[in-house]
């Protein structure tokens, strides 16, 4: 059975850094193209960032490009997303997510999904 756990989430101040993880079991993680959405209740889940299954192309939304790094390990068969100079506005349940189709910007091209961590900056 195909699961993706994330874990990294907490309470930082602004200007603070945290890592998340998304550990992958049960797919070929090496094949697949992965993403992290976040979602604040009451909005669509937004894109922050991806990776193509080789980890050479990243991609990274416009409100997050230069502060967060995403990465993976194909031995770990994980996922990170390190985020560096935190702000409120970043404040959201971050989840990860993965696809054998190409890498996207979009959650509709994602099949399978994590639990969700939350991530929550104060000012």
């Known amino acids: 059975q195909v699961q993706l756990v994330e874990s990294g989430g907490g309470l930082v101040q602004a200007g603070g850094s945290l890592r998340l993880s998304c550990a992958a079991s049960g797919r070929t993680f090496s094949n697949s193209a992965m993403g992290w959405f976040r979602q604040v209740s009451g909005k669509e889940r937004e894109f922050v960032a991806a990776?193509?299954?080789?980890?050479?192309?990243?991609y990274y939304s416009d409100s997050v490009k230069g502060r967060f790094t995403i990465s993976r390990d194909s031995a770990k068969n994980t996922m990170y997303l390190q985020m560096d100079s935190l702000k409120p506005e970043d404040t959201a349940v971050y989840y990860c997510?993965?696809?054998?189709?190409?890498?996207?910007?979009?959650?509709?091209?994602?099949?399978?999904w994590g639990q969700g961590t939350q991530v929550t900056v104060s000012s």
């Open positions: 990776i193509s299954p080789s980890g050479f192309y990243t």
């Open positions: 997510a993965a696809t054998y189709g190409g890498v996207s910007t979009t959650p509709q091209a994602y099949d399978k």
